[in-house]
């Protein structure tokens, strides 16, 4: 966590304006409320607004096997 906290600092340092933000996601990956509950700690300890987003690759269905054959190039795979 502290290592966390100096990140999300040197951050802030660097985005005076307030335009950086702690994100939370709800993305059914292991640990993830734990990772939140501790994100959400430290947007309340340093003053930092919060967003939930959500992990989307694609606007439309119809576009999902482009975003396969993206993902099988960045990962040198030739299929998931």
Known sequence: MKK???SAED?????KDRRFF?????????NQ???N?????IGHQLSLPVV????CHYLHRK???AQEVLL???TGKRSR
Do not use: M, P
């Open 72 to 74: 099988c190039i960045q």
């Open 63 to 65: 576009d999902a096997k």
């Open 22 to 30: 702690i994100e939370i996601q709800n993305n059914g990956v292991e």
């Open 33 to 35: 409320l734990q990772v």
């Open 11 to 15: 951050y802030q340092s660097i985005f």
């Open 37 to 41: 509950e501790r994100l959400l700690e």
């Open 52 to 55: 939930a987003t959500n992990d």
């Open 4 to 6: 966390a906290l100096q």
